[in-house]
């Protein structure tokens, strides 16, 4: 029985799959699962902040269990972002503007998430 | 689409040729807050830096977070997160392969479209009674 059903121009032009989808759907969605649950703990935790303004949100990111929780949600949400940007960025550009965007997007998940940690770690570690 | 697309024919599918429906506007809707959100993160992370520089720097600007604009750019976020947030979970159930018979999955993307507007009113609302009485 046949199993193989590509034409040989399909294979010169290096049509269909890349065979590499699996870690980046699976990935998507573990980011995902984490997000769902810091999400409703960090509106709760930055509305109750907000009430007591300079003071409410030091207070909150002093406390280990907000740190911890902005910690995970900041590492998850720029990588379930970065992970997202990417798909879109693939599915709407090509050539060079799809690597600076690529790159771009890389670039400052990884700047604005080091920028994040440091300031969370820097209050906590003053409490 | 490949890189060297010369084929004038209309492609499909294709904005112009599909009558806008439910599920279409919910998946537009999840990609475009998603990508809103990905800004928000980065207003995020400026936010807790200027926590983190201390009192004097967070003075300079919180009176923009305790204004109406603070106000309505919270509704804002708040409402694009909890859309983003129901719909990711309803893809995940998607994923699993429940709910995905056209009716209900039509009436589920309307569903979580005002239900996320009702909580976003809620919380902003529950926020400015808050930070107004203290």
């Known amino acids: ?5 590509r034409t040989p121009m399909s294979r010169v032009k290096g049509h269909g799959s890349a065979q590499d989808g699996t870690h980046h759907y699976i990935a998507h969605r573990v980011s995902a699962i984490i997000l769902a649950i810091t999400v409703p703990l960090l509106i709760w935790g930055i509305m109750a902040a907000a009430p007591g303004g300079f003071d409410g949100f030091v207070e909150y990111i002093e406390s280990t269990f907000g740190a911890l929780t902005l910690l995970t949600f900041i590492t998850a949400a720029f990588y379930h972002g970065r992970s997202g940007l990417t798909e879109s960025i693939l ?19 990884i700047g604005f998430w080091l920028l994040a940690v440091l300031s969370i770690l820097r209050i906590w570690l003053g409490a | 689409m490949g890189s060297n697309w010369n084929d004038k024919r209309p492609m499909s599918p294709h904005l112009q040729v599909w009558r806008w429906h439910p599920t279409m506007l919910s998946s537009i809707l999840h990609r475009a807050t998603g990508i809103a959100l990905f800004l928000a993160m980065i207003k995020l992370s400026i936010f807790i830096a200027v926590l983190a520089a201390g009192p004097d720097v967070f003075m300079k600007y919180s009176g923009l977070f305790y204004s109406p604009l603070g106000a309505i750019g919270f509704f804002i976020a708040i409402g694009i997160l909890v859309y983003h947030l129901l719909n990711g979970i309803r893809h995940m159930v998607w994923d699993s392969g429940r709910l995905l018979a056209p009716k209900v999955a039509n009436g589920l993307s309307i569903a979580i479209i005002i239900a996320a507007a009702l909580i976003a009113v809620l919380l902003t609302f529950i926020l400015v009674s808050s930070v107004g009485g203290a």
């Open chain 1, 91 to 109: 599915d709407y550009f090509q050539g060079g503007k799809r690597m600076a965007l690529l790159l771009l997007s890389t670039l400052v998940s």
């Open chain 1, 1 to 5: 029985m046949a199993t193989d059903f």
